[in-house]
């Protein structure tokens, strides 16, 4: 269901907000059972249903502002690829070029939620009362998530020779999606600062990665277009993989 940036702009950044929650959760479902150790695979399947919680938040929310039969299911399940506004970060692979890595799912959840951090600490104070409620509660869960990715990129930046080398080619490989993490979009002007929310951000990293003796590169963070419909080719086949059961028993729900 195609919906107008210009004139749905409210409607937009909350889908926003719950497509990026809903990717990065099916994302990081997928190490459920193959975690390095039992209790870590437990924490990083919770945060996925973390993330999984908020998304539904943002969803019933978008879905009770549109109306016209809308529901969580549909706007989760039913939308094209194209019309999912995710940052390209949350949609990638949990994978390096040699298979599945967890140093590279550790940073991506690590640059996400220092973001989500700083996002949800101002939109805990906006005017809209449900934006509130839901932002208060995603800063409890996040700030669990910030904190143990940050003790992983501690342990692997300063540990071995082998985990420092595989932290820092993971760090290498998530920071070109970093930039997009602070455009402000049409419909994204004016509800946070995102000025704030980057420098907030940079602080962060910039003291994780120093204690972690790890080198945060100097080339611009330049991928882009996720906000706006344009996603890397890995969308698409995890679309297919989580919208199957929806499309194939059609009115099925969560």
């Given at each position: 269901m195609p919906i107008n940036e210009l004139t749905n702009q409210p409607i937009n950044y909350i889908l926003h907000l719950a497509d990026d929650a809903l990717i990065m959760s099916q994302r990081l479902s997928e190490w459920t059972g193959h975690g390095p150790v039992l209790e870590?695979?437990?924490?990083?399947?919770?945060?996925?249903?973390?993330?999984?919680?908020?998304?539904?938040?943002?969803?019933?929310y978008a879905a009770s502002m549109m109306g016209d039969g809308?529901?969580?299911?549909?706007?989760?399940?039913?939308?094209?690829?194209?019309?999912?506004?995710?940052?390209?970060?949350?949609?990638?692979p949990n994978a390096m070029p040699s298979g599945r890595d967890w140093a590279f799912t550790v940073c991506k959840v690590f640059f996400f939620s220092a973001y989500q951090h700083a996002l949800m600490q101002q939109l805990q104070h906006n005017a809209d009362e449900e934006v509130r409620g839901i932002a208060a509660k995603s800063l409890k869960e996040v700030t669990y998530h910030l904190r143990w990715s940050r003790e992983w990129i501690l342990r692997?930046?300063?540990?071995?020779?082998?985990?420092?080398?595989?932290?820092q080619q993971a760090l290498t490989a998530c920071w070109p999606f970093t930039g997009e993490l602070f455009e402000v979009t049409t419909y994204a002007h004016?509800?946070?600062?995102?000025?704030?929310?980057?420098?907030?951000?940079?602080?962060?990293?910039?003291?994780?990665?120093?204690?972690?003796?790890?080198?945060?590169?100097?080339?611009?963070?330049?991928?882009t277009g996720g906000l706006h419909g344009r996603h890397t080719e890995h969308l698409g086949y995890l679309?297919?993989?989580?919208?199957?059961l929806q499309r194939a028993y059609p009115n099925s729900e969560w």
């Open positions: 870590q695979d437990i924490a990083l399947t919770n945060i996925a249903l973390d993330f999984l919680g908020q998304s539904r938040m943002w969803y019933q809308a529901t969580e299911d549909s706007l989760a399940m039913l939308r094209l690829e194209h019309e999912f506004k995710n940052h390209l970060l949350v949609e990638l692997l930046g300063d540990g071995t020779a082998e985990s420092h080398q595989r932290m004016g509800w946070v600062d995102y000025a704030a929310i980057k420098t907030e951000w940079m602080n962060e990293v910039l003291h994780t990665t120093t204690t972690a003796t790890l080198d945060v590169p100097t080339t611009a963070a330049f991928q679309l297919a993989e989580m919208q199957y």
